[in-house]
């Protein structure tokens, strides 16, 4: 796995999946991405082509419908989606490492039976209900409730930014809840949910800065009624089994963001071609070709770091280290690809047919979900011992 990280060459397989979902980016994506976030529309029909190419199903084994490949595999795709629309390759983060991941992860074989075909079809979705108002960043501060009554949960409270959390092919949302507590120190399990249950709403869709084909959705349980058979994992390591989600997931956003940069550098280098000014083309002033080279320099050295972070979680070593600078970096990198972008498309930079001014409005929350720039920032000082 990690002989790639010296060579610089991606072994076949790997690259005939990036290549193949670059195509599908370009043919598929790209030529309806204006449309869908002008619209602020969910692409259904873009899922479903990701569906029947097997993307939902990367990282899970065959015997749960899944494709049998790993969870770079998965990050190759995301990396290639986030070139051309990020709103498209968050649906397939968040459905694959928030929604089914949680549930391959610590689900028993009767939740794994009954969810993953469907999550891994890509047909349904599964959303994560983290986030909650007023404790964003501090995940310890979960305030929404589960009481066991009998042989079901209770649950009651509100979740906040959860991405494809209302869409008509999402069936179930995985939350986190206070089961209880000893000494003042909360007890806090993970509980599926479906959608239809009574109770639970997916209130209206925020309006975003970006992201804005995207799906996100706060959420509210009044009076939730589940099964008790519907706990993830053990009771009491709800906290401990998403921080682990979201180690994962932050190499996920990192390909995620490389592929934003790149995408910015792409458009940059076209643009830089074709455009003329004082007769002619802008590419050939130092000053644009300087800002080019910088861009990429970020985009490569992005990618280097989620690559060395897969290669650490694929090998069963430690990564929590590796996968917040991953994330950290590429997030920046995307962010700032996204502002010099704009800048080398001057005007046109700012009108949103062009891709570099949806990159521009979507690369900014690169930076704040599934861990704040800080927290990365947090999380690399402790591993350190700071």
């Known amino acids: 796995m990690t002989d790639f990280l010296s060579t610089g060459t991606l072994p076949d397989e790997y690259r005939q999946l990036a290549l193949t979902v670059r195509d599908f980016a370009n043919q598929v994506v790209a030529p309806v991405a204006a449309k869908h976030d002008a619209e602020h529309s969910f692409p259904y029909e ?18 749960f419908g899944g494709m049998g490949g790993d969870y770079f595999a998965l990050c190759l795709a995301l990396e290639e989606l986030g070139k051309v629309d990020q709103s498209v390759a968050i649906t397939l983060e968040a459905g694959v490492s928030l929604g089914a991941m949680p549930i391959y992860r610590f689900g ?154 790149q995408g910015c550098v792409d458009e940059s280098v076209r643009y830089a071609h074709d455009r003329q000014a004082f007769g002619r083309a802008i590419g050939s002033n130092q000053a644009i070709a300087f800002k080019i080279a910088r861009m990429e320099a970020r985009a490569h050295a992005a990618r280097t770091a989620y690559y060395d972070a897969a290669a650490l979680m694929l090998s069963g070593k430690p990564f929590k280290k590796e996968a917040a600078i991953a994330k950290l970096v590429a997030s920046e990198a995307a962010m700032d690809n996204a502002r010099d972008a704009t800048q080398i498309f001057g005007g046109y930079g700012f009108m949103n047919e062009y891709a570099v001014a949806r990159h521009y409005r979507d690369s900014k929350i690169l930076e704040i979900g599934e861990g704040t720039t800080e927290v990365q920032l947090m999380l690399i000082g402790r591993e350190l011992g700071l």
């Open 46 to 63: 873009v899922v479903a082509g990701m569906a029947d190419m097997g993307l939902f199903g990367l990282p899970f084994p065959e015997e």
């Open 108 to 261: 028993n074989d009767k939740q794994k039976a009954e969810w993953l075909p469907l999550l891994a079809s890509g047909r349904a979705l599964g959303a994560f209900g983290l986030t909650e108002p007023g404790a964003g960043s501090d995940a310890g501060g979960t305030r929404t409730t589960a009481v066991l009554d009998g042989d079901s949960w209770i649950i009651n409270g509100s979740k906040q930014f959860i991405t494809n959390s209302g869409t008509d092919i999402t069936r179930l949302v995985t939350v986190t809840a206070v089961t209880g507590g000893v000494d003042g120190k909360k007890e806090i399990s993970t509980i599926i949910v479906p959608t239809d249950t009574p109770g639970f709403t997916a209130e209206p869709a925020y309006n975003k800065v970006g992201w804005n084909a995207s799906d996100t959705h706060p959420l509210s349980f009044d009076d939730v009624r589940v099964p008790a058979e519907n706990l993830l994992g053990e009771r009491g390591r709800g906290y401990a089994n998403f921080l682990r989600i979201l180690d994962e997931g932050r190499i996920a956003i990192a390909a995620l963001s490389v592929g934003a940069a």
